[in-house]
């Protein structure tokens, strides 16, 4: 699957609420689903001694793909594509380390 089609069929299921322009909505949901994931690493390291199990793996697998929606709402609100946020994200890595 493409940036672009995860975008477009993301989009379909976006059922907050629309205006001209909400990015709030997603924003705060991103926030959520970001602090997901850190709580269920810092349960690795506080219940599993660090060690990943393939349960423990199945979870940040859903947790982070609700972070990839919530990137994607957010990227519709302001008019971007997925793929042009990476393309200059990894243009701008790039610069960065002097390539």
């Known amino acids: 699957m493409t940036f672009e089609e995860y975008q477009s069929a993301a989009s379909k299921t976006a059922l907050y609420p629309r205006r001209l322009e909400n990015l709030e909505y997603p924003t705060l949901g991103l926030a959520g689903e970001a602090g997901e994931v850190a709580n269920i690493v810092k349960k690795i390291q506080r219940d599993h001694g660090g060690l990943l199990t393939e349960e423990t793996r199945a979870k940040l697998k859903d947790e982070l793909g609700d972070v990839l929606w919530y990137i994607s709402a957010c990227a519709d ?5 997925l793929g042009e946020i990476a393309a200059y994200n990894v243009d701008k890595l790039a610069k960065r380390h002097g390539k």
């Open 77 to 81: 609100e302001l008019d971007l594509t």
